[in-house]
C-alpha cells in the first residue's frame, strides 16, 4: 500500500519539483495537484489522499486557512505546511494551526523523506 499525496502549491515549478522527486519513491503516490485554495478543497475530497503537502502562502487565501478547511471536511488527512521561509518566521503561525507538520522548502528533500517514513511508521506499513 502507497501513500496518496496531493501536492498543493501556486508556483508550477515548485509543484513540478516536488512532484518529481516523490515520484522516485516507491512507498508514494502523487495522486493529483492543486494551484489554489478552491482546487486543493475540490480535490482533496475528489481524490482522498493521505497527505496533502501544502504551501503555506497561497494567492488570496492562506494555506492554514485551506488547511483548516480541509481538517473539517476530513479530518483523518494529513497536512503538512511546506514554505520558502523559516519555521520561526510562522512559528505561532503554524502551532496554531491544525496542520500536522512543517517542512522547510530550502531542505525539502530530507524533510519530505522524514515526512514519508514517520507516515509509514505511524501507519505500520513498510518503507
Known amino acids: ?30 495522486v493529483g495537484e492543486a494551484c489554489n485554495a478552491e482546487q486543493a478543497l475540490a480535490k482533496t475530497e475528489e ?9 503555506i ?15 473539517a471536511i476530513l479530518p483523518s488527512v494529513r497536512v503538512y505546511l511546506f514554505s520558502a521561509y523559516e519555521v520561526d518566521e510562522f512559528r505561532e503561525l503554524v502551532m496554531n494551526s491544525p496542520a500536522d ?5 530550502s531542505s525539502i ?8 517514513n514517520n507516515e509509514l511508521e505511524r501507519r505500520n506499513l513498510p518503507k
Not at 481524490?47 to 503537502?53: A, C, E
Not at 507538520?101 to 522548502?105: A, D, E, R, V, Y
Open 57 to 71: 502562502s497561497l494567492a488570496g487565501v492562506s494555506g492554514v486557512e485551506v488547511t483548516r478547511q480541509i481538517k
Open 101 to 105: 507538520g512543517f517542512i522547510q522548502k
Open 1 to 30: 500500500m502507497k501513500l496518496k499525496i496531493l501536492i498543493v502549491d501556486d508556483m508550477d515549478s515548485m509543484r513540478m519539483l516536488v512532484v518529481q522527486y516523490l515520484r522516485r519513491n516507491e512507498s508514494v503516490v502523487v
Open 47 to 55: 481524490l482522498s489522499p493521505d497527505i496533502v503537502l501544502m504551501d
Open 109 to 116: 528533500k530530507p524533510e519530505l523523506i522524514a515526512m514519508i
